[in-house]
Structure formats: C-alpha cells, structure tokens
C-alpha cells in the first residue's frame, strides 16, 4: 500500500473538517471516516443525507423545504453530525451556509459504497458534494471503494486522510477536488497510488423493461459498463485511467476542476453562421 511522508500530528494544526456522502447518515463508510478523522485530532462535522441519495449528481431542491436533524448519537463522540432531507450537494451548501459557524479548512466526501470512475463522476452524488466545497473555494476530496459490495472501509478511510493531509502540507492549488478510488482489497494486497485521468465509460442494455401487476410497464436502470476508453487529447499521456489503475489492484487519485471549457484544438469546432457571416 502506498505509504506518506509522515505528516506530524502533534506539529499539525488541527484541521475543521465537514464530512458528507450520498449513501445517507446511516452508511458505514462515512462513519469511518469522520472517525479516522477525528482520532487524528481534528474537528469534524458531518452533514449528510438521511437516506441514501446516490447518482443524483449535482442535483439541489428547489421545490420542498430542507429539513435538518442532529445525529451526534451515530458517530464517535466529539463529531458533531447532521441528517438532512436535502441531496448531497444541498448538504454541503446548508453545512456551509447555516450549519458549520467557522469555514472549513477541508472537505471530505464519502467513503461512498461503490465505484466513482470516469465520466460517471457526471451523475455521482459523492462527487458533487465534494465539487460544491471546490466551488466555494476549499479544498475537497471524494474518496470511493471501487466494489458495491466491500464493506471494510477503514483502509480507504486512513488512506483518503493521508492523502488530504499531505495534499494540504504540499500546496493544495485552487479550484482542484480531488477524487481517489481505492480498489477493493486489504492493505497487504494493494499497489502504489498513481495520478490517473478519467476515462470514459460506456453502458449496454441501460434500462430494464418490466410489467406490473395490471400490466403496465415500468423500467429499471441496470446497464452495465461494457468499454472504457482512454481520454483524447490534451493531457498527461504517461498516466494510465483511473479504471486501469483499479484493475491492477491499485488506488487511483484523479485531479477534477469545475471548469468543463472544451481544452481540444479551436479549428475542430464547428463552423457558425451569424448574419451571413462564417465565425471561427
């Protein structure tokens, strides 16, 4: 497993951490890391979902009141917690805005249940919750197992504390999240972390066609992914994707910045026609 330069914990300044997730207060990965947290001294606070609120992406409710509850009594004592009605994202908006009375110096989402590779960060929830943070100028970082069905979190939960401390100690640069996804092993089994790009995920058969009882149909989105392609273009070429990186049993650490401005050459864009006129 790949191994820090130690980070002093008696030289460092205790950190104000805000923790969420989209796998909802209950979730057993969240809850081990604001405890890996919070045994390394820090502040944390977690504002999360009160149910599980996966693949909603960057989704915020604008139509129904947001409610928030303390749940101090789920997490280890010392961690202030919150369940809220609202998404992932909306958590993080409220942690910021009504809930947390100091600015946070980090914010952590996750550990979420299940893989957050490539394009999907699009629709994931545990992604937006950390984007959130990076829109408001923190530095975030969304942590993932890379298996729905792993259930020992408290690896990933130590090593998604490392890297953010270290990333801290060595210059954090502005408007960058973070998004670590560590294969579904233990320790002794786990390669070297690596830098990695997205790749870009490709499902079959995206939805499942059923009939109810009275006969009606309804669906079930249940595709699989069936190719992931390596990124085009600009970019570090020597780092594998964040999917191949898994698929050797290693923990994969991809930069993401809000800033989706097309990065291709100007001349493959599409001709426009204004006024008579052709525009570059």
Known sequence: MTKFPAVDQDAMTPLRILISNDDGVLAEGIRCLAASAASRGHKVTVVCPDHERSATGHGLTLHTPIRAER??????????????????????????????????????????????????????????????????????LAVSVACFQWRDFHAAAELAMDVAENALANHWPDNLLLNLNIPPCHPQQMGSLRWTRLSIRHYEEQFSRRIDPRGSTYFWLAGEVVKDLETAGDGPRDWPSDVAQIETNSPSLTPIQPDLFWRGDLSALPALSVANQLVR
């Open 71 to 140: 749940a101090d009594e789920l997490y280890e004592p010392g961690v202030t917690a919150w369940s809220c009605s609202g998404t992932p994202a909306d958590c993080v908006k409220l942690a910021l805005s009504e809930l947390v009375p100091e600015k946070p110096d980090l914010v952590l989402s996750g550990v979420n249940h299940g893989p957050n590779l490539g394009t999907d960060v699009f629709c994931s929830g545990t992604v937006a919750a950390a984007m959130e943070g990076t829109l408001e100028g923190l530095p975030a």
